[in-house]
């Protein structure tokens, strides 16, 4: 049996970070990843530039493949609009250099991260818990369990706080006809249902094209809607998808309560800390990821630790998901007229691009959308309810 402090399973960019700020803390910790590194995972590799304020300017910068200053917007794959900026909107990279990336940086840093190693049992005692895989034990203070939206952590310890919605990616290789209609830019398709978005991410020589549902209870064959996508959506026609890939998107459920239970912490895709409507989740991986091990340097006590962790992650991101969820919720049930306010108001559509590069908040987004609904259709301004 191996002793240490803290014991972090699945090695994303939550585990990693993780990994990385308690090595800078002096922290005994062991990371056990299932997989080798580099390793494929379902992603549009899109990152907002607001990443740049968490993770070091050098370490980023060499993995950014595409510097994206357009956002294209279509209906149901037809009309089109844009939305451009003078600064940088996104940056498109491949996800498996970002997390090999991630871990290379917390080994540096004097992290022990064992490849090749699943996480199969996880039994709580009151002082202490055990983490197995089939080849070895340990023993701990704390688990941090970033192993992502389908790893044990969420299956034994937090499924019932989380919505997974399900979505569909895959890469596509060949000249893209959307780079020649609008350069680098990402295109996003809202329909064909209320509920399903489309995104098309694009990198140095391929794309990545994607589908996804931000509304409870919608039912759509999303292999189908891919194969429909790349026949008429102007931006792909003539290119040929490669392999599809399914995975769920885990939302939270309830922004609050405690993210963990006994001497086990949720941390990113295992705790459900996703935008629930741009679908981001690697800036709130890494930033839990540095929370929780902030929480498990600083205090002994298991009560102490998910409290302080749990508050630390409320205060920072659970106002922002409820207005993100809020206006996910408006642009699923009405995605024409949501279409139709963000291309015949430019402010909006400014917000939009602000939200993504950091400059603003869903919380100022919300209150802006509320204003002009009652301004434009002279709505009593409390029948449109507050988030
Ligand atoms: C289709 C799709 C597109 C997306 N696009 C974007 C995007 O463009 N930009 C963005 O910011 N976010 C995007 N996201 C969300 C983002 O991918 C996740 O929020 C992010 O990966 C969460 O990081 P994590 O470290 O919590 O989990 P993960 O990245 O899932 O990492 C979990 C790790 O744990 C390992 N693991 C699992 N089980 C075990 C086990 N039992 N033992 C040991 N290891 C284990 C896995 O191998 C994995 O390496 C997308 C998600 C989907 C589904």
């Not at 794959?77 to 003078?86: A, Y």
Request: glycine share 12%; net charge positive.
């Amino acid at each position: 049996m191996i002793e240490t402090r803290v014991v972090v399973a699945g090695c994303g960019p939550a585990g990693s970070w993780a990994l990385y700020n308690l090595a800078k803390n002096g922290v005994p910790a062991v990371g056990l990843e299932k997989h080798a590194f580099p390793r494929y995972k379902p992603c549009g590799g899109g990152l907002s530039p607001k990443l740049l304020q968490v993770l070091p300017a050098d370490k980023l910068k060499p993995l950014i493949e595409v510097v994206i200053k357009k956002l294209v917007f279509t209906f149901n794959c037809r009309d089109r609009f844009p939305i451009e900026s003078g600064e940088p909107i996104a940056f498109m990279l491949r996800r498996p250099m970002l997390d090999k990336m991630l871990a290379d940086h917390a080994a540096q840093a004097g992290a022990k991260i064992y490849f090749g190693q699943e996480v199969t049992g996880i039994q709580q005692h009151r002082d202490y818990v055990i983490v197995n895989t089939p080849e070895e034990t340990y023993r701990a203070a704390f688990l941090l369990g970033s192993d992502g939206a389908t790893g044990i952590t969420a299956r034994e310890f937090s499924h019932g706080s989380i919505t997974s919605y399900p979505t569909i990616t895959c890469m596509a290789e060949g000249e893209f006809p959307g780079k020649s209609q609008e350069g680098d830019a990402v295109w996003i398709n809202l329909g064909p249902k209320n509920g399903v978005y489309g995104w098309i991410f694009p990198k140095k020589d391929y794309v990545t094209v994607g589908l996804g549902i931000f509304k409870k209870g919608v039912r759509i064959n999303l292999k189908e809607t891919m194969d429909d996508m790349f026949r008429v959506h102007p931006a792909l026609k003539g290119m040929k998808p490669g392999k599809y890939y399914g995975h769920p998107l885990p939302v939270r459920k309830r922004l609050g309560g405690k993210l963990g239970k006994g001497r086990v912490l949720f941390l990113g895709d295992a705790a459900g800390l996703v935008d629930p409507f741009l679908g981001e989740g690697i800036i709130y991986a890494l930033r839990s990821g540095e929370l929780a091990a902030g929480s498990v340097s600083s205090e002994n006590l298991p009560g102490p630790v998910r409290d302080n962790y749990s508050r630390a992650v409320a205060a920072e991101m659970f106002p922002q998901f409820r207005s993100a969820g809020w206006i996910a919720a408006l642009i699923g049930s009405f995605p024409s007229a949501a279409y139709k306010l963000l291309k015949d108001h430019a402010s909006l559509s400014d917000f939009y691009r602000g939200v993504m590069m950091g400059e603003s908040k869903y919380t100022e987004v919300v209150s802006r959308i509320r204003n002009r609904l009652v301004k434009d259709h002279r709505l009593p301004s409390d029948s449109i309810p507050r988030k």
